[in-house]
T-cell receptor, first 108, second 111 residues
Framework: AQRVTQPEKLLSVFKGAPVELKCNYS??????LFWYVQYSRQRLQLLLR??SRESIKGFTADLNKGETSFHLKKPFAQEEDSAMYYC??????????FGQGTELSVKP | NAGVTQTPKFQVLKTGQSMTLQCAQD?????MSWYRQDPGMGLRLIHY???????DQGEVPNGYNVSRSTTEDFPLRLLSAAPSQTSVYFC??????????FGSGTRLTVV
């Protein structure tokens, strides 16, 4: 079964602290994984694709096939990072499957 | 280039009423999807389409119909609205594995 799990509903950190949002997946094949961000009451925006191995707004994510994980990390959180973050798995049939989301709250 | 456009942005329906949520994209994307977003549930796939004339069910299709007569448009129909369909609905499109582009959402309340 194809599944994405984000174990934390809420993650609260102080400004300047490191952040790690966890994502685990279940997929029988070579996964294509994404992180999306949703700021308050706005549309979802693509943050990262594992294929591109890029860093956006200081965030990075590494695919670990052994642990079936794609955790999102940032060394120093900023207040403007407060948002909902969704991990998503794309299958070749055109379906994008989301995790339940993690709300990140960065306190001053 | 408007991207993905959803209308209306807000809607209140009475139980039993029907309506259509509109979604249009101008990026010539093959794939389009409809999601509903509920607190604590993330985004759940309702229906999706891999091209004009081709649609398939997602995780929560009951109570919803779709059609894809053109590449640009992918309307979502609520046949007989129920309070359980109160949600925020997002339409999205993509060419493939480059990540979906999302619309701004429709906030639907069924009373």
């Amino acid at each position: 079964a194809q599944r994405v799990t984000q174990p934390e509903k809420l993650l609260s950190v102080f400004k300047g602290a490191p952040v790690e949002l966890k994502c685990n997946y279940s997929y029988s094949g070579s996964p294509e994984l994404f992180w999306y961000v949703q700021y308050s009451r706005q549309r979802l925006q693509l943050l990262l694709r594992h294929i591109s191995r890029e860093s956006i707004k200081g965030f990075t994510a590494d695919l670990n096939k052994g642990e079936t994980s794609f955790h999102l990390k940032k060394p120093f959180a900023q207040e403007e990072d407060s948002a909902m973050y969704y991990c998503a798995l794309y299958n070749q049939g055109g379906k994008l499957i989301f995790g339940q989301g993690t709300e990140l709250s960065v306190k001053p | 280039n408007a991207g993905v456009t959803q209308t209306p942005k807000f809607q209140v329906l009475k139980t039993g009423q029907s309506m259509t949520l509109q979604c249009a994209q101008d990026m010539n994307h093959e794939y389009m999807s409809w999601y509903r977003q509920d607190p604590g549930m993330g985004l759940r796939l309702i229906h999706y389409s891999v091209g004009a004339g081709i649609t398939d069910q997602g995780e929560v299709p009951n109570g919803y119909n779709v059609s894809r007569s053109t590449t640009e448009d992918f309307p979502l129909r609520l046949l007989s609205a129920a309070p359980s369909q109160t949600s925020v609905y997002f339409c999205a499109s993509t060419t493939g594995s480059y990540g979906y582009t999302f619309g701004s959402g429709t906030r639907l309340t069924v009373v």
